[in-house]
């Protein structure tokens, strides 16, 4: 096999494996190296409604997620599941670059579903968080919430309808969910109480586009253009990083933490604009070229021998606290994200809601290094770091997942502070509004990187997200 039968494969493990975060009823980006050539494939969400008559969207219930120092609000219920596109997406992206069949790659998963997986303490630290939204549905919380309390070590998750779901689509292809039993099972759980219809299901399309590119000091990063906000945000921030000339010396250091929240926040400044001209011809070149002045999410990254590789971001948001019990599937919440679906941008039915994800690549001195990332909104900080550390830094892996973040959102900066000089806040005194991290945990995302060069492979998963590297001799 290569790079994106082993991205397949184990993308479909992880909706055995993390249910919550993603799974075949959510969607995602790819971008893929093949050849030396970087492609985008565009598998996220569309917006439902398609041939509905114009009405009112039915009422979403908000839910406060509680991420210990913040908190975020979230949009659940039939009312917020958006177009799924990600088996779709899988399935055209096996299709063109695959070598191994489909249902081969996909045995692990089918039998793991089956037979159950051991509860991890990831997940378990998943559930937890995401308790409120599960608990609003009777079937979820009986999986997740046994005796009201989240699933925990050593209990197994056993999912077998997950597992017939996965045989029927190996085998059925994206027919199982555009018309088949697949599409039926999750109309039948909406109920009527959603925009999303049979033609919604039946006419979606995965897109592939080209990617957007830009200099990191160091090296070069190719990035998802539109549906993805976050890949033109980290461009434009790196733009912002670097106008003021080389980066401080030391990484952590309290003027390091300056220079990029300053960068994060004139980017933030600008997010609008982005958002209101993401989809038009010709303005994220003209965005990006012009002077930078004074969810819960899953990815998996693949390389391989010839050089190849595949990242894979996907997602459920925060799901939308419904479960479809015919085929053992959490639904999406796409449309109760405010960075997907922001209120002041409504999108056509039909259309691409905008979206955090962005795998990128970065290539270096003959090197490819695959980044990704889940972390809902903090997916183009998470990025943005992980770059300027491996490529204008020189960390090696295992040190750059670990490494502190920053994030600045709605004026306020939150940043972890484990490895900083005790006396870096004294450079923060332009940001009065600031929350600190001193543990590690889910909010900052889980930025997962693979590679591979004339050394051979390397790589590293990121702990906040029980993340993990390995390598496959064949």
């Known amino acids: 096999g290569n790079a994106v039968d082993a991205a397949v494969a184990a993308k479909l493990m992880a909706c055995v494996c993390e249910p919550m975060l993603t799974g075949l009823l959510g969607a995602g980006l790819a971008t893929v190296r093949i050849g030396g050539r970087t492609e985008v494939l565009d598998c996220f969400a569309d917006v439902p409604g398609r041939g509905a008559p114009p009405g009112l969207a039915p009422p979403m219930r908000t839910i406060e997620i509680d991420f210990g120092p913040d908190t975020q609000a979230f949009h659940v219920g039939p009312a917020s599941v958006a177009v799924p596109g990600l088996a779709v997406g899988l399935w055209a992206l096996h299709a063109r670059f695959g070598k191994v069949p489909f249902l081969e790659l996909a045995q692990p998963a089918i039998a793991a579903a089956r037979k159950g997986v051991q509860a991890s303490a990831f997940l378990t630290q998943a559930i937890a968080l995401l308790e409120p939204i599960i608990a609003c549905d009777r079937a979820a919380a009986a999986l997740y919430l046994p005796g009201d309390q989240p699933l925990a070590p050593p209990h197994l998750l ?57 200099p990191v000091p160091g090296g070069r990063l190719f990035v998802p253009g539109a549906p993805s906000q976050a890949g033109a945000y980290v461009l434009r921030a790196l733009a912002h990083l670097t106008r003021d000339g080389a980066l401080p010396a030391e990484p ?33 070149a003209g965005w990006l070229a012009r002077g930078a002045g004074a969810g819960f999410t899953t990815h998996v990254s693949a390389v391989d021998a010839q050089g190849d590789a595949v990242g894979i971001t ?51 001195d003959g090197r490819v290094l695959v980044l990704g990332t889940g972390g809902s909104s903090r997916i183009r900080s998470a990025l943005l770091h992980g770059a300027v550390y491996s490529l204008a830094y020189g960390l090696p892996p295992h040190a750059m997942v670990r490494a502190p973040r920053a994030h600045y959102e709605d004026g306020v900066l939150r940043y972890e502070t484990w490895d900083r000089p005790a006396d870096h ?22 930025l997962h990187v693979a590679g591979v060069g004339p050394d051979g492979f ?17």
């Open 158 to 214: 056993v999912q077998r309808a997950l597992g017939d779901t996965l045989e029927a689509f190996s085998r059925e292809g994206p027919r199982f969910f555009q018309r088949g039993d697949g599409a039926q099972a999750l109309l039948a759980r909406l109920d009527g109480q959603s925009r999303l219809g049979a033609r919604d299901l039946a006419e979606y399309t995965p897109e592939w586009r080209k990617p957007l590119s830009g």
């Open 252 to 284: 952590f250091s309290g003027e390091a933490l300056r220079r990029v929240a300053a960068a994060l926040r004139a980017t933030e400044a600008e997010k609008a604009e982005l958002q209101a001209g993401l989809f038009e011809d010709g303005f994220l």
């Open 314 to 364: 996907s997602s459920l948001g925060e799901t939308a606290g419904l479960l479809c019990p015919q085929t053992g599937l959490m639904l999406n919440n796409f449309l109760g994200e405010e960075d997907v679906n922001p209120r002041a941008l409504a999108r056509p039915a039909g259309a691409r809601l905008l979206t955090m994800m962005a795998p990128s690549l970065a290539a270096w």
């Open 425 to 446: 806040a004294a450079a923060l005194a332009g940001f009065p509004r600031r929350i600190p991290f001193e543990q590690p945990g889910l909010f900052f995302g889980g």
């Open 458 to 474: 390397f790589g590293a998963g990121d702990p906040r997200r029980s993340g993990a590297f390995g390598t496959l001799q064949g």
